[in-house]
T-cell receptor, first 113, second 120 residues
Framework: GESVGLHLPTLSVQEGDNSIINCAYS??????FIWYKQESGKGPQFIID?????DKRQGKRVTVLLNKTVKHLSLQIAATQPGDSAVYFC????????????FGQGTILTVHP | NAGVMQNPRHLVRRRGQEARLRCSPV?????VYWYRQLPEEGLKFMVY????????ESGMPKERFSAEFPKEGPSILRIQQVVRGDSAAYFC??????????????????FGPGTRLTVL
């Protein structure tokens, strides 16, 4: 039979706009969350992380929000630039598997000049 | 400050051959993790190692795959008798610690550039 490829969610924005990338996680025992950026042909690059005892953390041009009630994580990028174009993954670490990260499917961000 | 190093960056093998992927962690990091990524998918955990010990191999296929992190030298992910379904990007990450039950802030995993394995 014909195989169907997996299509990642996409977000297209204009340069200078703010971007919001969302992620739902499944493990209520997860205690640590990370956002990674992955450019084509490269490894994931750490952006920002947040512990489960926090609901917001800010970095340079990026903010991560954590809503444990609905198990939702978001990454906000201010003044998005063409260099921000990449695939963005959220990852969670939970339960007793302290070394194991579980990654989301990823979101493709495209920034138009 | 060298980051995580992986080699080779690209590896081509024929079905039935062996593939050896190497990972040198960030200097001072004693925890290594291997992940596999298929096209247009997220990374899938394979194995977590400390020096000379396998801590969690819950993501490793039961056959043909093995990993080690010796006292000296890089971590090695070994795939015996490769099949076409093994074609993927394999990423290594390292951290100073795993975090355990106390989140020390030293448990962030930093990734290498990956090895892209193609099985013909």
């Amino acid at each position: 039979g014909e195989s169907v490829g997996l299509h990642l969610p996409t977000l297209s924005v204009q340069e200078g706009d703010n971007s919001i990338i969302n992620c739902a996680y499944s493990n209520s025992a997860s205690d640590y969350f990370i956002w990674y950026k992955q450019e084509s042909g490269k490894g994931p690059q750490f952006i920002i992380d947040i512990r489960s005892n926090m609901d917001k953390r800010q970095g340079k041009r990026v903010t991560v929000l954590l809503n444990k009630t609905v198990k939702h994580l978001s990454l906000q990028i201010a003044a998005t630039q063409p260099g921000d174009s990449a695939v963005y993954f959220c990852a969670e670490r939970g339960g007793t598997s302290y070394g194991k990260l579980t990654f989301g499917q990823g979101t493709i961000l495209t920034v138009h000049p | 400050n060298a980051g995580v190093m992986q080699n080779p960056r690209h590896l081509v093998r024929r079905r039935g051959q062996e593939a050896r992927l190497r990972c040198s962690p960030v200097k001072g990091h004693s925890h290594v993790y291997w992940y596999r990524q298929l096209p247009e998918e997220g990374l899938k955990f394979m194995v977590y190692l400390q020096k000379e010990n396998i801590i969690d191999e819950s993501g490793m296929p039961k056959e043909r795959f093995s990993a080690e992190f010796p006292k000296e030298g890089p971590s090695i992910l070994r795939i015996q008798q490769v099949v076409r379904g093994d074609s993927a990007a394999y990423f290594c990450a390292s951290s100073p610690s795993s975090g355990g039950t106390i989140l020390t802030g030293h448990d962030t995993q930093y990734f290498g550039p990956g090895t892209r394995l193609t099985v013909l």
